[in-house]
């Protein structure tokens, strides 16, 4: 979790707090008394019930069922009888409100969170999506630092997918993928920013960076799948996204081309 909404989340919890002993106090001072004051614990207990779950959502309400006969005992001709009727009302009623209250807080977070997640990684492969990979070139552009941007395209996924399948092809997506991702460090962005179309971008330096091509080419060659490479690096072949991306993408057509024509002169042979 993040410090802001870990800040935010204690603030809330602050103000119930406040909440709570505001309410307490007003109920010690002037009773029940006509004024419906117990309502007011409602407000803590759905402050509490938003920025946490269910569960706490129910304490929450717990909580304010045992501190609204606590304050009226203690207010001026106040009755020492806990267990009523209304008493046993009131704690379903928060209890409830705080659960009911809790409950969908949490759920809109989680479905929150999987709508970002959906917004910036691919459905398939679970990497980063192009927006991701648009984002981060920007960024590093802007940066100034040099880095090297690797293009990776698989090779032959029309004739997978008419041979064996979209299923298949899928498949070989998803592996392309896993090598992509277990062949780099964990704060290097690694996307899919078209149908068999990948995207790295690494601070290796562009020889380190062909090794890195080299050996996810090896690791994929055990699985009879291949990816054709094009590496551009920053600032050497380009200081602007358009440019790197441009010229990136020719030398992988140049990879594709060259990979083609060495199978067509293989299959003469």
């Not at 009888?81 to 409950?103: D, F, I, K, P």
């Not at 962005?189 to 601070?203: P, Y």
Request: hydrophobic share 50%; aromatic share 8%; with cysteine.
């Amino acid at each position: 979790m993040s410090a802001a909404p870990l800040l935010n989340r204690r603030l809330v919890l602050g103000v119930a707090a406040a909440a709570y002993a505001g309410v307490f106090a007003g109920l010690a001072l002037f009773g029940g008394n006509g004024l419906g004051l117990g309502h007011c614990f409602y407000v803590p207990i759905c402050l509490v019930a938003l920025v946490t779950n269910a569960v706490y959502g129910a304490l929450a309400g717990a909580v304010a069922a045992g501190l609204y006969p606590l304050a009226v005992i203690l207010a001026p001709g106040g009755t020492p009888n806990l267990l009523t009727e209304s008493s046993g009302v009131r704690l379903v009623m928060y209890t409830l409100v705080g659960a009911l209250v809790g409950w969908y807080a949490s759920t809109n977070r989680t479905l929150v969170a999987q709508l970002r997640d959906h917004a910036t990684h691919d459905f398939l492969t679970a990497l980063g999506n192009a927006r991701v990979f648009d984002e981060e070139l920007a960024r590093r552009c802007s940066a100034g630092r040099a880095f090297t941007l690797v293009l990776a395209d698989m090779d032959d996924l029309k004739q997978v997918n008419d041979t064996h399948g979209h299923e298949a092809g899928n498949a070989a997506l998803r592996r392309a993928a896993e090598v992509l991702r277990a062949h780099t460090a964990f704060d290097e962005v690694v996307a899919r920013i078209g149908g068999d179309e990948f995207a790295i971008v690494t601070e290796l330096a562009p020889d380190r960076a062909a090794l890195l091509c080299a050996r996810i080419s090896r690791t994929l060659a055990a699985d009879d799948l291949h990816l054709s490479f094009g590496t551009t690096a920053y600032p050497q072949d380009g200081t602007s996204a358009v440019e790197l991306f441009r010229k990136a993408d020719d030398r992988l057509f140049t990879a594709k081309l060259l990979s083609r024509n060495r199978k067509s002169f293989v299959a003469l042979g």
